[in-house]
Structures are given as structure tokens and as C-alpha cells.
């Protein structure tokens, strides 16, 4: 059966073992599943499927992302991005649920919400420099997967390698791709766009996020590993509990 994995398990290990650690590394409780949905963004003004925008719609959730970014330790474009891909799967696929404190927690394990390496997000929710994981060529500990883009997304012509905050590749990108910010261009590496790409294939698998049993189906599709849907978990609940925890604005 094809692979439809958006990262093999080894790739993420031999990520996280090149990445500096904290001096007092961060590690949110044990959750069960689902996590906290935390607090909704506000109703925005959506794309439609294929529209340009003159300007990035995940904008809209400003406000909302600067009452929660610091607290949370997430970038406010990275909230804007996990906000906006509920709101907009949340369209085409009602009954799924999925929420931004699962995209969070995604975006927490794979990449620190694009800041893995010493990469930064910037305020389009890119970082810079690009996210570019190990290629896929069977060593020890690595999947073993040849070149299917010929190097467009990952610069790599021999193996494929995961892309983007979000650590996509190639060929799940090709299947879900979502230009979620309407500039014309579906980017891995634009976490508005995997954001909503991330949601739109939890929710094809799992069909209901809500549901604990569903919710696991979902995540260990995304990655066969019950220690990374776990960690995973773990993160959401603890976003969606913290931004609860909030004061209330004014």
C-alpha cells in the first residue's frame, strides 16, 4: 500500500538529535486524547478555494494571537496559521473538528513552529532559512525514499527529503497541497499553507477529531509512532489549557 505518511519517525529523530537544547528543556503533561481545543479564533473573512489575495488573510487573527503568543511561547504568524486552517477546514469539512491546538502541537514536534536549526518565522509565517530535513536514503535509521519532485521542493534530485515547518513530503504534499494565503503559490514551507494542507488530511483520515479513537487513527496515519502522536497530544492539550488559563481581554 502507498505511503501516505507526511514524515518517517526516523527523520524527526535525527532532526531533534542536531538541535540545541534548552537549558531546561520544556515537557507539557500527559493527556488523553482528544486534547483541548482551546480557545476558537474569531470568525475572519475566508478565501475562497483559488482566490488571490492582495493581503495575507491569516492577518485577521492579530489580535488573537498576540493576547496568547507570549504565553504560549508560539509565534504570532504560526498562531494566525493554525487559527485560520480551523476556521477554514472547518467549511468543507464541519464535522471534523479538527483544532489549531492539534496543528499547534503538530507544529511544536516537528519544527518548533519554524524555528528548528535557528531558523525564524517571519511575519508571513515563513522561515528563514528554509526547513529542510535529512534525505530519505535508507541509512541507518532513515527512510528510504528516491526522488519524486525532482528536487523542486527539497533541492534534492537523488532523495526525496521532509519540507517546511511542518515536514512534509513530496508526494503527500502533491496529494493535499493548499494555497491558504491566496498568493498564488502552494508552499510547503509557508506555514499558512501546510497549516491548512496538515488539517485538510487529518480530517480526510480521521473524519472527526473529537473523537478519541478517531483522533488516534488520524495521527498515527500522519506518523506510525504512538511516542509521537503522544508527544504531539501532550502539546495540544497543553495549549488548549493554557489559553483557557488567559485573562480575559480588557
Known sequence: MRDRRLLALPLLLALGACSPQPTTPFEPPSASAPPDPGIDPPAVQLLAEGARAPQRPQAQ????????????????????????????????????????????????????????????????????PRIIGLPLDGSAGVKQIHDTDGGALDGDPVWDRAVGPLQFIPT?????????????????????????????????????MRDGDRFWTALLDYNQSRSYGQEVLDYADHYGRSSRSLPAEG
Open 61 to 128: 487573527l492579530t489580535d488573537w494571537s498576540e493576547r496568547m503568543s507570549d504565553r504560549l511561547n508560539i509565534p504570532r504568524a504560526a498562531l494566525q496559521a493554525y487559527g485560520y486552517a480551523q476556521l477554514a477546514v472547518g467549511t468543507d469539512a464541519a464535522g471534523c473538528g479538527v483544532s489549531w491546538t492539534v496543528l499547534a502541537g503538530i507544529g511544536a514536534v516537528e519544527s518548533s513552529h519554524g524555528r528548528h536549526g535557528g531558523s525564524r518565522l517571519d511575519e508571513t509565517a515563513r522561515p528563514h
Open 172 to 208: 503527500t504534499w502533491r496529494e493535499y497541497q493548499s494555497d491558504a494565503d491566496g498568493d498564488g503559490v502552494a508552499d510547503p514551507q509557508d506555514l499558512d499553507d501546510a497549516a491548512l494542507t496538515a488539517a485538510r488530511y487529518l480530517c480526510a483520515v480521521g473524519q472527526d
